[in-house]
């Protein structure tokens, strides 16, 4: 859980419930055939991301949406600077062969993590499309990659972090900048 000090609030639960479903609306807008859509989420908050947007989705259109995980570690060009965690098992549920593919992130920043899914996902075929969702977009990009999905952009300093937190997981919900 991110350090209380200096922390600012960026989407408070309520906010982030709204943005949750809008930005299911911008997908179903976006997408021809909901049964051909593959939510996929990076670990960490990705996953779990992937999960609140599914049953969003079925809420609103009573498609049960496959999701599924994967962990661009292995593909990354920047081990040596971020460091490794513990690897999360990649799971796609289905063919990605020509599915309409939704690749899920809380963060983007530099665009490097996003780049190393890409490279994962392609290991597994070739879809018709991958889009990028995000919740934060938080600019200081290395790499020309943006979301086709943005929940909000916030300009940071590169000094800053910014954590997203999810009730089942953090015991509390919201978007947090960390000074």
Known sequence: ????????????????????SRLTFEIIERTSNLDNL?????????????????KEMFTKTGV???TGIIDPTFYR?????????????????????????VLIDDVI???????????ALLSWGRPK???????????????PIQPDF???KVPTSKKETIHLCLEQVDGEEGI????
Not at 2 to 16: G, Y
Not at 77 to 101: F, H, W, Y
């Open 1 to 20: 859980m991110p350090n209380t000090d200096k922390r600012v609030v960026i989407l408070t639960e309520s906010e982030l419930k709204k943005t949750f």
């Open 38 to 54: 593959l939510l996929i989420g990076i670990p960490t908050r990705g996953i779990h991301l992937a999960e609140v947007l599914k």
């Open 64 to 66: 049960n949406v496959k």
């Open 77 to 101: 060009d920047d081990q040596n600077r971020v460091g490794t965690r513990l690897i999360e098992a990649t799971d796609i549920p289905t063919s990605i062969e020509k599915k309409d593919i």
């Open 109 to 119: 920043y530099t665009g490097r993590t996003i780049r190393a899914a890409i490279d």
């Open 129 to 143: 499309r991958v889009m990028l969702l995000v919740m934060i977009d938080r600019g200081h990009r290395e790499l």
């Open 150 to 152: 943005c929940g909000r």
């Open 176 to 179: 947090f900048l960390n000074r």
